[in-house]
């Protein structure tokens, strides 16, 4: 029964890792980070998994425990904040797909969301991710209006970082 | 700025082909690894404040502390402040461990930061409670020497040394000696904790205010 349980989760985080990989790259600067904050959301995935009853689809399960796990429960804040290697590795811009401008925004966005706090970077990331407000609103724990509220300050906050 | 953002989307989602891709492997060993989350540091560091108190007892030097107490006559109270001490310890973990249990990571952010809150709170209400009771002690044994008859019976090894020394001053100096001693050692106790408490919660609770602070 419990290699059942550890082959059904291994199998179903190898297929959703996209998910906290990507989280991971919002919240560490350096591939060390990334991957202690990877390790740290998986054993806290794997410990909440038994409780986990398939009431919400296993990706959204995913995306509150890898949340609470960056926003909530990691520890190690130090954190390098430049680090360019990484972030081209991570980043990969190919020069084809994409025009110089275009790529120097992006860069810059990225940048700038990097610098925002724990919980903007989450509304951020599921807001990347396509999440709606209802969603949004679910996972943090905070009312729909308020997450509204809250978006509409972070792309102020945004504008500022950029046009300083 | 939506725009921007909007164009921050289309690329994010495109990033996903350079996401590192880990094997089967790679995570199944993952899942036997060890936490270093905060629940788990909360979990050690307040086993550690529960019992630390405790074990004071034990150390030779505070039993022989006990035929003392007897000679200056408040044993009795101090039997009374060691009950409240034990029966309250024993609440305060039962609540502690209530409210452990009801941390849930899958909760959402607001709600599990709460949990966590209340869980280290019930800690901080037993500590301050110990250092109460420490402060108490002290004041019982003050209290205790300023009515005792023969301070010198009841430290028998300050007798040989203080021979000279008026009974009067004796008295004054071991009151404030116990006194310092215990007020040291609640001010030192107390800032190990709020130090331990404030660098272990630091970034939550800056990111539960901040989550609050939408409310109003």
């Known amino acids: ?164 | 700025m939506t725009d921007e953002l909007d164009l921050l989307k289309r690329d994010w989602q495109k990033k996903e082909v350079n996401l590192p891709k880990l094997s089967y492997s790679d995570i199944h060993k993952m899942i036997w690894k060890k936490s270093s989350s905060i629940v788990k540091w909360i979990l050690i560091i307040s086993i550690l404040e529960f019992t630390l108190p405790h074990l004071l007892y034990l150390l030779p030097s505070m039993q022989d502390g006990m035929e003392v107490y007897k000679k200056l006559g408040i044993s009795n109270y101090l039997l009374i402040v060691s009950i409240i001490t034990y029966s309250a310890a024993i609440y305060f973990i039962v609540q502690f461990y209530k409210r452990f249990r009801e941390i849930s990571v899958p909760d959402n952010s607001k709600s599990l930061m709460n949990k966590i809150i209340r869980t280290r709170r019930t800690v901080k209400h037993y500590v301050i409670f110990s250092l109460s009771m420490i402060m108490l002690t002290v004041i019982v044994m003050v209290i205790g020497v300023f009515f005792s008859h023969d301070i010198a019976d009841a430290f028998p090894d300050l007798r040989q040394g203080l021979q000279n020394i008026s009974e009067e001053k004796l008295r004054f100096t071991l009151m404030a000696s116990i006194g310092g001693f215990g007020v040291v050692l609640t001010l030192f106790m107390g800032c190990v904790y709020f130090l331990l408490y404030g660098l272990l919660l630091r970034k939550l609770n800056k990111n539960y205010r901040e989550l609050r602070q939408l409310e109003i």
């Open chain 1, 1 to 164: 029964m419990n290699k059942e349980l550890e082959h059904n989760f291994v199998t179903e985080l190898q297929d959703n890792q996209n998910i906290v990989h990507k989280v991971c790259t919002l919240y560490t600067n350096d591939k060390e980070s990334h991957n202690d904050l990877f390790q740290e959301i998986t054993i806290q995935l794997w410990k909440a998994y038994p409780k986990f009853r398939g009431e919400s689809k296993f990706s959204t399960w995913m995306y509150r425990v890898a949340l609470n796990t960056a926003i909530t429960l990691y520890r190690k804040s130090k954190r390098r904040i430049d680090t360019q290697d990484y972030e081209s590795i991570i980043f990969k811009i190919k020069a084809d797909e994409y025009d110089e401008t275009e790529e120097q925004q992006l860069k810059l966005m990225y940048k700038a969301v990097r610098q925002l706090g724990d919980i903007d970077k989450a509304l951020v990331f599921m807001y990347l991710e396509d999440k709606n407000y209802t969603e949004i609103a679910e996972t943090l724990g905070i009312t729909e209006v308020n997450a509204r509220v809250k978006m509409n300050r972070i792309k102020t906050k945004l504008k500022t970082i950029l046009n300083p």
